[in-house]
């Protein structure tokens, strides 16, 4: 079901894919094994819900905000893929899955980095 109420961050295709990793991981996480549920579980959670999270808090801001927070959002996308790394060597899942995270993880760096130079780009030129 769509809300009535919505927020211009949402309209942004890096922060929808942003959101849809993290629920990537999210089911992921599931299957390791207890243990980790205070360990590399959460810190999986924690780092890839904080991509979309700081993408959706610096968005409002200033453009230096926005890019702040877009740096932020490139470093738990850089903690998600040694997470990974980590949860293959463990064996919670097997070399696909991380090739595929690690495609995902790619695919959004770069849309930030993107973002980010056409932002600085335009306050260049004004």
Do not use: W
């Not at 801001?61 to 927070?69: N, T």
């Not at 949860?87 to 097997?94: D, I, L, P, Q, V």
């Not at 695919?107 to 260049?124: P, V």
Request: hydrophobic share 35%.
């Amino acid at each position: 079901m769509k809300s009535n109420y919505h927020f211009k961050f949402e309209d942004l295709q890096v922060y929808q894919k942003a959101m849809d990793f993290g629920e990537t991981v999210d089911a992921l996480v599931k299957k390791f094994p207890n243990h980790e549920l205070y360990a590399l579980s959460s810190q999986f959670r924690r780092a890839s819900d904080s991509i979309a999270l700081n993408i959706a808090e610096g968005y409002p801001g200033s453009d230096a905000q926005f890019v702040k927070h877009l740096n932020h959002a490139i470093y738990s996308a850089n903690e998600c893929v040694s997470c990974s790394t980590k949860a293959k060597r463990r064996s919670y899942f097997e070399f696909e899955t991380d090739e595929e995270n690690r495609k995902m993880l790619s695919e959004l760096t770069k849309m930030m980095s993107s973002l980010m130079r056409k932002i600085l780009e335009r306050n260049q030129h004004n």
